[in-house]
């Protein structure tokens, strides 16, 4: 039976830079967070406790798998990743072995960041989820994140859409010390997430003067629908042999990722 539900990564070439739209003051946070990662002893001196776990919370395709691969980045730390649906498991004992082995293994690799995604598959209240065997697992989570000290080189990350179903014993201080909030972009915020995404693209000379409308027209969109929009656009100027991107190849990625997000919201209807 697998026990392992994550590899060490190589160090993801992401850096904070990469990430867009995060607002100056959760930059500035998220900035200090790292140097007291970075300089644990001299934090503890100042009578600051550096962060065993960060909470990521917000809507997808925000960035916040992004953010956990930048943090990594930033400490030089391995890189683990597991969704929090990979522990649930049926089997007696499975997922609590699971997640002992995660954080073995990390330690074996400090300074390691663990990266758990949709962490609601696995933190979720205790009156909500499945049964003895989730409970087992959870409280096997509790037991590794309290064992662990502040600057033994392991930064737990965990993200979530559904904040509010999180266990309350998990988001306690000492297990997360910090929750971030990573929202869907405002127009500032969607100007720097097209940035980054234009960068390295070749694009007509009449389309570069338009990021900044493209930025106003896409209220709602997502960093990762940002992504996509781009994306779209460059395969079809692939696909029609050109060697750069049009306003009409925009044009078509535009309605092409509206039409994706109408059809998503209808069918949540
Ligand atoms: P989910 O909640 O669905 O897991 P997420 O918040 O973890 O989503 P990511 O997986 O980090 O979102 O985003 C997917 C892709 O979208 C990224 O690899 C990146 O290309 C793009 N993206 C999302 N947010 C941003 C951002 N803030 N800045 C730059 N690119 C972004």
């Known amino acids: 039976m697998k026990n392992s539900v994550a590899?060490?990564?190589?160090?993801?070439?992401?850096?904070?830079?990469?990430?867009?739209?995060?607002?100056?003051?959760?930059?500035?946070?998220?900035?200090q967070t790292l140097t007291t990662l970075k300089e644990p002893e001299r934090a503890i001196k100042l009578g600051i406790k550096p962060p065993k776990g960060i909470l990521l919370y917000g809507p997808p395709g925000t960035g916040k798998t992004l953010l956990a691969q930048a943090i990594?980045?930033?400490?030089?730390?391995?890189?683990?990743?597991?969704?929090?649906?990979?522990f649930n498991e049926m089997f007696i004992g499975v997922g609590a072995s699971r997640v002992r082995s995660l954080f073995k293994t990390a330690r074996k690799q400090s300074p390691a960041v663990i990266f758990i995604d949709e962490v609601d598959a696995l933190a979720a209240k205790r009156k909500a989820h499945g049964g003895e065997e989730a409970e087992k697992t959870l409280t096997e989570l509790l037991v590794q994140l309290d064992g662990g000290h502040s600057n033994d080189g392991i930064l737990f990350i965990a993200a979530t859409n559904r904040k509010d179903l999180l266990d309350e014993a998990?988001?306690?201080?000492?297990?997360?010390?910090?929750?971030?909030?990573?929202?869907?972009?405002?127009?500032?915020?969607?100007?720097?997430i097209i940035a980054i995404h234009a960068k390295g693209k070749s694009f007509a000379s009449d389309v570069l003067p338009?990021?900044?409308?493209?930025?106003?027209?896409?209220?709602?969109?997502?960093?990762?629908?940002?992504?996509?929009?781009?994306?779209?656009?460059?395969?079809?100027?692939?696909?029609?042999?050109?060697?750069?991107?049009?306003?009409?190849?925009?044009?078509?990625?535009?309605?092409r990722t509206i039409l994706g997000s109408t059809s998503r919201s209808l069918k949540d209807l």
Do not use: C, W
């Open 7 to 31: 590899n060490a990564r190589p160090l993801p070439q992401i850096s904070l830079k990469d990430v867009g739209g995060l607002g100056d003051e959760m930059k500035e946070e998220i900035l």
């Open 170 to 192: 998990f988001l306690r201080p000492g297990r997360i010390d910090f929750s971030f909030h990573v929202p869907l972009p405002d127009t500032k915020g969607r100007r720097e």
């Open 210 to 255: 338009q990021l900044d409308e493209l930025a106003e027209s896409t209220s709602g969109f997502s960093g990762a629908e940002l992504q996509s929009l781009f994306e779209t656009a460059s395969r079809r100027a692939v696909r029609n042999g050109q060697d750069m991107i049009k306003k009409q190849d925009l044009d078509y990625a535009l309605d």
């Open 72 to 86: 990594a980045h930033e400490l030089n730390a391995s890189f683990f990743t597991a969704s929090g649906s990979a």
